[in-house]
């Protein structure tokens, strides 16, 4: 085996912001591989495979899924940036707010919580405000590396699982991912 | 559907279109005249023009639209205007607009819906000796002052 | 005889010489003195900010700021003069209650050689006949009864004239060129879109003596064997508008222009087209394909538009001040213009100074004098005791001179040198308050809205690049965004369709040269 | 027809008199990147994306529109030219709002195949987010100007081929956009004739057939090339 096992696992973490959790789903979807994954990783903070609600110190990779659309998202980044020795754009989200940005050319929140929470309502319509509870909608959904620089990006809406085992393999191996071609870096 | 044009009410024209022989090289002096006889490019006007010209609807007004001067609405009854040529710019222009937006409520750009004022900026007046110019309606600023330029908006009839 | 001469160009007439003039005529008709007194509308007499300008013959006498109300005063002085003494030179016992006297030994004055601008002033541009005691179409004459249009052409080559509307192309081989293409249906264009702001040379010039330019027009059209021609000018000029018309009217009345001049078989008619507010329609495809009717969009070249011009014929496209250099030429001869100016750079240049310049107007002065000559010497530098920081040319597509470079010579290549170009002429003074990084974002911002949205580069670079401007104008920028602004700076200029994107870039770039501690401090911490 | 001698990246080409570079190029098997292009429309030479280096030329040509000539050296592929190529497609992803999930064409766009030949994994630029609008007045087809990246093919389609001439660019800079008729609703023009043809030419998912999902749009604009050597043909024909 190659450096790694004889040093400590892989510290990993996966991050969800906004998004749909499909890049995450995507990441379930190698299956077996997965079993292969788990003794050469320590996943110390995921959405899907951790109960630590607290970032952790010390990560070696993260895959960071979604947009920045609301004030949790904002601060989380920044505390996954300091912590984190790469940070992995993880899916068209990340990388270009895809979906969560389509509310973009709506210049601010309050066309998408009205429609959301007024005109859709079924009853007690109104605007979601609990201060310290709810986040706060940020006036854009932006992507990752427009807010802290980014290591790597992993396109795809969502990224195929062989993609994502390739990047994770390369990682593994102590390698930069070769990130071209269709199978690497297609939107969508 | 579109409404068919009515050649009656842009009688003017005529000899505006004979004097160019109905060239469609001729499109936008045409659009010129018929801006100032009917003070706007109405779609009706536009399809007039058209007509007359034998043109596609889609090339004349792909034609006008990009010009500055052309304008597919009425005019403001106030007409607010900064230079902001160079001259003007590095002499007070910023500070103009930021007065006009205040004093008339509007965004540089932009023509209140009821079309009382429309607040606009040009690109040189090719007068920059006295620089900082403001134009409203067709009274010019010269070396205008915010000041000056507030009492005046004040004194715009309503 | 006394003459009065009241300039009648757009900068006095904003600051009342209409009103001057008016009372003049009045005090003049009830003095009963209009055969003594003559009183002329005239084009620009020089320097603008001190408007309106009266100008006093036989004297030459130039007085500044003079109000209606001293017209009564200075008419009875003339009056007084012209009983009393059949010598015309006594000094004038007359002083304006406002305004003044200016001292013509200035340098604003003395430092001036006027070949373009010779008649400018002089004469009352409506006045066809005034044009004519002067010479006007008497070059064309000669040219039409004695030379070959090959001789016409060589001479301008020999002159070393080259286009003044910013690039520098040298006029006698472009006309070479468009007398070589084949077919006797030929164009000649005056490109009057003046759009540079802060320029206003051509304007000046089209509303002092528009005849002028016609013929200058007139001789190329001999030249190069063209038929037809057009003037392109700006809809903002409506008074040169108003006297090109009324000079195009009169010079066919006067068999100037239109079928068989003077007699001979040629014959050139022109047409006037008025642009509708888009700058990139100075740029040559783009000015023709408005002259068309169409979409003022630039188009790849070559062909260029000497092969392939208007209605796809062979055209001859020059500036104002081009044309209006044409005359002379051939009036006194390519090597007494070629004596005047540099080596490189040939004749005079006028120019507009505007600015934070205590004396500003037009000026023309031989090629190859020096900016500081041109800013600090006849401009007598920034008022209010403020220092020269730089000095702006060539407007969107031009840079700044840093005021420790004013020594430059004003020819095309050391201005280009200095990262900046000769422009159309216009020249825009600043001082120590001036920020620098706020005009080169007001450069990008005017760019980006006068891009013709053809071509990506242009369209969509100069967006993100008057972005990245004031994204550092906000104090939110990091030395990650200043190496972006250079490096997309560079790639909208490399790859442009036109002249428009490929120069877009450049005032920001200048200022980055000279200025770029302006840029750094307003960068965020690391 | 006389054959000119040319090198592309080093390698000898031979290509008739009057071919451009772009053809000679993709007949020696180079290729050159495209999208306002489309053999059988006139050329615009706008997006930049076939700039090249020329041995000699100071300055970058497009090779849609630069003809061959004798000795002629050309690079199409330098690092510079790389670098611009990637810098033209992000400035169409950051300038729209190209969101290849959820667009008709994914899979069959010209833009996304466009973005991984350049390597574009993410966009260096900002996303500017513009406001546009969506058409679907037409019965069969839709217009969206979130995708539209103005090359201009259905502008040309339309007037050059069809002859209806129902599209155009209206206004200017960072503002132009397609317009039908009086920049009108489409379905409420009359000269279209529904033929489609811009629905086939159109590099993305702007223009598209009502009813096509995500994904669903699979159009082939070179089927334009073989329709008009088809009517050229007849018209020859006796």
């Not at chain 2, 010209?53 to 403001?76: I, N």
């Amino acid at each position: 085996m190659s450096q790694l096992a004889k040093q400590p696992k892989l510290r990993l973490a996966t991050v969800w912001l906004a998004g749909c959790s499909g890049c995450h789903m995507s990441f379930l979807d190698l299956d077996e591989w997965l079993i292969e994954l788990a003794p050469r990783i320590e996943m110390v903070f995921s959405p899907i495979a951790s109960d630590t609600k607290t970032y952790p110190e010390d990560v070696d990779v993260a895959l960071v899924e979604g947009g920045v659309g609301n004030s949790d998202n904002l601060a989380l980044i920044h505390q996954v940036r300091q912590r984190t020795r790469l940070l992995v754009s993880f899916g068209d989200c990340a990388i270009t707010a895809n979906v969560p940005g389509l509310r973009n050319p709506l210049a601010g929140p309050a066309a998408v919580l009205d429609r959301s929470y007024l005109e859709l309502a079924d009853g007690s319509a109104q605007w979601p405000h609990a201060p310290g509870l709810v986040p706060e909608l940020l006036e854009r959904v932006l992507p990752v590396h427009e807010l802290v620089p980014v290591d790597l990006f992993l396109p795809g809406c969502p990224p195929p699982a062989e993609r994502i085992r390739a990047v994770l393999d390369a990682l593994l191996r102590g390698e930069q991912p070769l990130m071209e071609g269709p199978e690497m870096i297609r939107f969508g | 559907m579109p409404v068919p044009s009515k050649p009656e009410s842009f009688m003017a024209l005529e000899a505006i279109f004979l004097r160019h022989h109905r060239s469609p090289d001729s499109l936008i002096e045409i659009l010129h005249h018929s801006q100032k006889f009917y003070s706007y490019l109405s779609d009706d006007l536009l399809r007039h023009v058209a007509a007359r010209l034998q043109l596609p609807l889609s090339l004349v007004k792909g034609t006008a639209s990009f010009y500055h001067l052309f304008r597919f609405q009425p005019p403001a009854r106030h007409r607010c205007v900064v230079c902001t040529g160079t001259a003007c710019q590095i002499q007070g222009a910023p500070a103009l607009i930021a007065a006009m937006e205040e004093g008339l409520g509007l965004k540089l750009g932009a023509r209140r819906g009821d079309g009382w004022a429309s607040l606009s900026e040009v690109r040189c007046l090719g007068t920059c000796s006295d620089s900082p110019l403001v134009q409203i309606d067709d009274s010019i600023g010269r070396q205008q002052t915010v000041a000056g330029l507030r009492r005046w908006l004040q004194e715009l009839e309503p | 005889m006394s003459g009065l001469r009241c300039c009648a160009s757009a900068g006095c007439l904003a600051r009342g010489s209409g009103a001057l003039m008016g009372a003049l005529e009045t005090a003049i008709s009830r003095g009963q003195l209009g055969d003594q007194i003559q009183l002329r509308p005239v084009g620009c007499l020089g320097p603008c900010s001190q408007g309106p300008l009266l100008a006093l013959d036989p004297d030459g006498d130039l007085y500044a700021g003079v109000d209606p109300q001293d017209a009564e005063t200075l008419v009875a002085a003339l009056a007084r003069r012209l009983h009393q003494s059949s010598d015309q030179a006594t000094p004038l016992e007359w002083a304006p209650a406002r305004g003044e006297r200016l001292d013509l030994r200035a340098p604003f004055f003395q430092r001036q050689r006027r070949i373009v601008l010779e008649h400018c002033g002089l004469i009352d541009p409506t006045d066809l006949e005034q044009a004519i005691a002067v010479g006007a179409y008497g070059q064309l004459e000669r040219v039409l009864q004695g030379w070959s249009p090959e001789q016409v052409v060589t001479e301008l080559q020999r002159s070393g004239l080259r286009g003044r509307g910013g690039a520098g192309y040298p006029t006698g081989l472009k006309w070479a060129t468009v007398a070589r293409m084949p077919g006797a249906r030929k164009v000649v264009v005056c490109n009057a879109d003046e759009g540079d702001p802060g320029a206003f040379m051509d304007r000046a010039v089209l509303e002092g003596d528009p005849h002028r330019v016609l013929e200058g027009m007139v001789i190329a059209a001999y030249a190069v064997g063209a038929d037809h021609g057009f003037i392109y000018i700006r809809a903002e000029y409506e008074l040169a508008i108003e006297r090109l018309r009324l000079a195009i009217e009169q010079a066919v009345d006067r068999g100037r222009l239109g079928a068989a001049l003077f007699g001979t078989g040629f014959g050139f008619t022109l047409e006037l087209r008025v642009g509708a507010g888009a700058y990139v329609c100075g740029e040559e495809t783009a000015l023709i394909a408005s002259i068309e009717g169409k979409r003022g969009t630039p188009r790849p070249r070559p062909p260029y538009p000497a092969e392939l011009g208007v209605g796809g014929r062979p055209t001859l496209i020059n500036n104002v001040e081009t044309f209006a250099n044409v005359a002379p030429i051939l009036r006194e001869g390519a090597d007494w213009f070629a004596a005047i100016g540099t080596a490189g750079s040939s004749g005079t240049k006028v120019f507009s100074l505007t600015g934070h310049v205590r004396r500003g107007g037009l000026v023309e002065v031989p090629m190859g004098t020096s900016l500081a000559t041109v800013v600090l010497d006849m401009g007598e530098g920034s008022p209010h005791g403020s220092a020269v920081k730089a000095v702006q040319t060539g407007g969107p597509s031009g840079g700044c001179v840093p005021a420790d470079r004013l020594d430059t010579p004003l020819d095309y290549e050391s201005l280009q040198a200095l990262g900046t170009i000769m422009g159309s002429g216009g020249m825009v003074v600043l001082d120590q308050s001036t920020d620098m990084v706020a005009l080169a974002a007001y450069f990008m911002a005017f760019c980006r809205e006068e891009s013709c949205g053809k071509c990506v580069p242009c369209r969509a670079g100069t967006v993100q690049l008057h972005g990245l401007l004031k994204k550092i104008l906000a104090g939110q920028a990091s030395q990650a965004d200043l190496d972006q602004l250079e490096t997309l700076g560079a790639m909208v200029m490399d790859t442009s369709l036109c002249g428009l994107g490929q120069s877009a870039p450049k005032p920001m770039l200048s200022t980055l040269r000279y200025f770029r501690g302006d840029y750094l401090a307003r960068l965020e911490a690391p | 027809m006389s054959v000119r001698t040319l090198r592309i990246d080093g390698r000898d080409v031979a290509s008739a008199d009057g071919a451009t570079v772009l053809e000679a190029a993709r007949d020696a098997g180079v290729a050159i990147p495209t999208l306002c292009h489309l053999e059988g429309l006139s050329p615009v030479a706008a997006c930049r994306l076939c700039l090249v280096e020329i041995e000699g030329s100071g300055k970058l040509q497009p090779a849609c529109i630069t003809p061959v000539s004798e000795g002629l050296v050309v690079h199409t592929a330098t690092p510079r030219l790389r670098e611009i190529r990637r810098t033209v497609i992000e400035l169409l992803f950051t300038e729209g709002n190209h969101v290849c999930a959820v667009c008709v064409a994914n899979g069959h766009c010209e833009l996304q195949d466009r973005a991984v030949e350049v390597g574009m994994d993410h966009a260096r630029l900002p996303y500017r987010f513009p406001d546009r609008p969506v058409d679907l007045s037409h019965p069969r087809f839709g217009l969206d100007h979130n995708r539209c990246i103005l090359c201009s093919r259905c502008v040309r389609v339309c007037d050059e081929v069809e002859g209806a001439h129902v599209w155009d660019v209206a206004w200017r800079g960072e503002h132009c956009r397609i317009i039908a008729g009086l920049d009108q609703p489409w379905g409420t023009v009359d000269a279209c004739t529904d033929c489609g043809k811009c629905v086939m030419v159109c590099p993305t998912g702007a223009l598209f057939h009502k009813g096509d999902s995500e994904g669903e749009k699979h159009e082939d604009p070179s089927r334009l090339a073989a329709l008009q050597r088809a009517r050229h043909s007849r018209q020859e024909a006796p």
